[in-house]
């Protein structure tokens, strides 16, 4: 998840990461935040979540994203905007890796 997060915010302009350590991190709360609080606002927001077809996830994907933004000084995004195109991209990369490594087995 460290070297997405590092992929992304390299073509990103409105995303910095201050070095691999960081992006490790900042992938790691990520993933927990959205394990964690992310699973409870899906779980809160599944009407909404239903008739927007999902938009509703993707939004809390983007929320928790900037929660970990206001968390580490070491990981910044340039708002919402940037979080959303961030969180795209991010999830891009993960499928590229997620379909390399099962190509592989």
Request: hydrophobic share 65%; proline share 2%.
């Amino acid at each position: 998840m460290g070297a997405a997060v590092a992929l992304a915010a390299y073509f990103l302009p409105g995303v910095n990461v201050d070095g691999f350590g960081s992006a490790i991190l900042a992938g790691i709360l990520i993933a927990l935040a959205n394990a964690t609080i992310g699973t409870i606002l899906r779980i809160l927001t599944f009407p909404i979540n239903f008739l927007t077809l999902g938009l509703m996830s993707f939004i809390i994907t983007v929320l928790m994203v900037l929660l970990v933004d206001s968390l580490m000084d070491s990981f910044n995004t340039n708002g919402f905007f940037s979080a959303m195109i961030f969180a795209i991209i991010l999830a891009l990369i993960k499928m590229l890796f997620g379909a390399l490594s099962s190509s592989r087995d």
